[in-house]
């Protein structure tokens, strides 16, 4: 089967979300941090880090599956992604260092982007665009 072209809507709004992961979660931190709730801050910031970058590497996993385009080390990628986060979580449980729950909350961005990305999405149907 031939792959075909990309939808450069569908490519846009693959972008879009890919800007709402850092926002969200830098906004997030910013609330965090003038509540003086730093070790909050931190571990979300981390988090959302590692969502972002999630996001991207399972972009790539989606291409290399759908429209056959070549990824290099990808399972790699994905493997070292997530036994990051393990490891990370085991850290900040064990030894306290950052606050697990903030770090939870920003790997949680990109659900939260998505849902601002369906929000514009239903904006711009409403008026027209």
Excluded at 52 to 77: F, I, M, N, P, S
Excluded at 87 to 97: A, D, G, N, T
Aim: glycine residues 10%.
């Amino acid at each position: 089967m031939d792959p075909r072209a990309p939808d450069p809507d569908f490519e846009s709004m693959l972008r879009r979300i890919g800007g709402w992961i850092p926002a969200l979660t830098a906004g997030g931190a910013a609330v965090a941090f003038l509540l003086g709730r730093a070790g909050f801050a931190w571990a979300l910031l981390l988090g959302g880090a590692a969502a972002w970058l999630g996001y991207h590497t399972h972009c790539q996993l989606a291409d290399h599956a759908v429209a056959r385009r070549r990824v290099r080390h990808l399972w790699l990628k994905v493997l070292l992604r997530y036994g990051l986060i393990l490891l990370l979580l085991y850290v900040m449980i064990r030894f306290s260092l950052f606050n697990a729950a903030g770090f939870l909350i920003g790997l949680a961005a990109p659900a939260a982007a998505v849902l601002m990305e369906g929000c514009v999405y239903v904006i711009r149907h409403l008026r027209g665009n």
